[in-house]
């Protein structure tokens, strides 16, 4: 082969190795991940029965779903809504189609042995796509550990969920503030971990009213009370900075929750 015709064949594998490159970047870029988030109550004295169901059948079978890679469930120690689902799964999804994967796991779900332990008119699906990455407590300056309780040995696991809306027009405004400010703030609280941000983009059923943002936190303590009544106590001292007047839209839920055992991973 002359020089000339071996420097286009180098050319040309080169430029097929970039346009390869490229390809895998994109198809990487194209893959997202999204939480599923399942508010399930149990029906009426069915708790045992309801919580092997999940354990058991439902939780298996979806980790089996391609894209499916996690699942955490969570008790709802404390909340805005008494009256809710106790109950919430959250599913971890790697993805570029969403809706074939939801249907994938609708349909897995169909084939699995159905019960009667799960009250399934409550049942509420919210799916959520991350904003930005997780901050750790860690990483910023003026944390401080667990604050001890006379009398409470054991450190437990929690987490916060703060479901906001933001007022119209105002998104920007907000999300700067939160990233900047608020989460931060949230984060010097005793005894948080890390904090990160989503934002809902699916709600099942049709139609169910259900705040657009989600802030999730990750915090240990050795009192829950307690913790709840240093955020509360932070917010209304302003340690906890108030955001811009008019951001804030209408509709907010806060939970607290405890793990159901520890997230499971896809085989």
């Known amino acids: ?115 009667d332990a799960v ?20 990483d910023l300056p003026g944390i401080s550990p667990p604050a001890p309780v006379p009398g409470k040995t054991e450190l437990r696991t929690y987490y916060l969920f703060a479901h906001l809306n933001v007022a119209e027009g105002h998104d920007e405004e907000f999300n700067t503030f939160y990233n900047e400010t608020h989460r931060p703030d949230v984060l010097r609280n005793p005894g948080m971990v890390w904090g990160a941000r989503s934002k809902l983009v699916a709600i099942e059923p049709a139609g169910t009213v259900f705040p657009g943002y989600l802030a999730a936190y990750e915090f240990q303590s050795y009192d829950l009370d307690g913790s709840i009544a240093e955020v509360i106590r932070r917010l209304r001292t302003g340690i906890t900075r108030p955001f811009p007047k008019g951001s804030f839209g209408k509709g907010v839920l806060n939970f607290y929750l405890s793990p159901i055992g520890p997230v499971r991973h896809a085989k």
């Open 119 to 138: 009250d399934t008119a409550s049942t509420i699906t919210a799916i959520f796509s991350p904003l930005g990455p997780t901050v750790m407590a860690k």
């Open 1 to 115: 082969m002359h020089h000339s015709a071996l420097k286009k064949a180098a050319i040309c594998a080169a430029v097929v190795a970039i346009a390869a490159s490229v390809c895998g970047a994109a198809a990487a870029e194209a893959t997202r991940h999204y939480d599923i988030m399942e508010f399930d109550r149990p029906a009426e004295g069915r708790d045992v029965a309801f919580n092997a169901w999940l354990d058991e059948q439902y939780i298996p079978a979806l980790l089996a779903v391609p894209g499916v890679v996690t699942a955490q469930r969570l008790h709802i120690d404390r909340g805005q809504t008494p009256d809710g689902p106790p109950y919430v799964t959250i599913f971890g999804v790697e993805t570029a189609d969403l809706d074939a994967t939801r249907a994938t796991i609708a349909q897995r779900a169909r084939n699995i042995p159905q019960t």
